[in-house]
């Protein structure tokens, strides 16, 4: 099920898109459905795979703010084809997000993935839940060096993945290290053949 663009194209951001000459190649996306709801297996993978994201909030007068979330690949949980959750751990005890959650659940998420240059960009409705020990527990990723606080649950309303333009390539650091270490231990199997070869 699609749902339409109007989560991030307001009346003033078609107008802008009319004037500059884009409008009527997003339109003819809307007209066959918008920008996907349901999490499909495929963005499924893609958020289990992803070591943070941020998370966007504004106030009730629309005050923005975005905050950096990370953990383990699969801290952020797909709980159900429209839901996702993760474990809200102790930080710097400014509480904005919650702040502006209570007063607008509206959230979005922005995910990541510098090795591949790929984005990709979730809107939804989001709470705050206190009241669910065995839920924190869950969704709390093992070896956290935080406490967790809370839960907070997501309901996707639009997903996108759009182009990897201007996206620089980077990589993880343990990524690296583990290639690294591949690379060393192959170049000592191949001294080890070149000296056995010169002993003949």
């Known amino acids: 099920m699609g749902a339409l663009s109007d989560v991030a194209f307001s009346p003033a951001v078609?107008?802008?898109?009319?004037?500059?000459?884009?409008?009527?190649?997003?339109a003819r996306r809307e007209r066959?459905?918008?920008w996907p709801s349901e999490i499909t297996p495929d963005l499924a993978a893609f958020i289990a795979a992803q070591r943070s994201f941020y998370l966007a909030t504004a106030s009730a007068d629309g005050q923005p703010y975005v905050q950096h979330r990370g953990g383990?690949?699969?801290?952020?949980?797909v709980?159900?084809?429209e839901t996702l959750g993760f474990a809200d751990l102790s930080g710097n005890r400014q509480y904005i997000t919650l702040g502006n959650l209570s007063e607008n659940p509206r959230v979005q998420?922005?995910?990541m993935d510098y090795a591949q240059r790929r984005r990709v960009k979730i809107w939804g409705e989001a709470r705050?839940?206190?009241d669910d020990p065995a839920l924190v527990a869950t969704l709390t990723p093992g070896g956290s060096s935080g406490r967790a606080e809370q839960a907070i649950l997501i309901h996707v309303t639009a997903w996108d993945a759009n182009c990897h333009q201007?996206?620089?390539?980077?990589f993880e650091?343990?990524?690296v290290a583990a290639a690294i270490e591949r690379r060393d231990a192959r170049i000592a199997e191949l001294e080890a053949e070149v000296a056995q070869l010169r002993a003949r």
């Open 128 to 130: 705050v839940v206190t």
């Open 166 to 170: 201007h996206i620089p390539q980077r």
């Open 72 to 77: 383990p690949p699969g801290f952020l949980r």
């Open 14 to 26: 078609r107008a802008i898109q009319e004037a500059r000459g884009s409008r009527e190649a997003f």
């Open 109 to 111: 998420l922005f995910l």
């Open 32 to 34: 066959r459905g918008g």
């Open 173 to 175: 650091a343990e990524d």
């Open 79 to 81: 709980l159900d084809p």
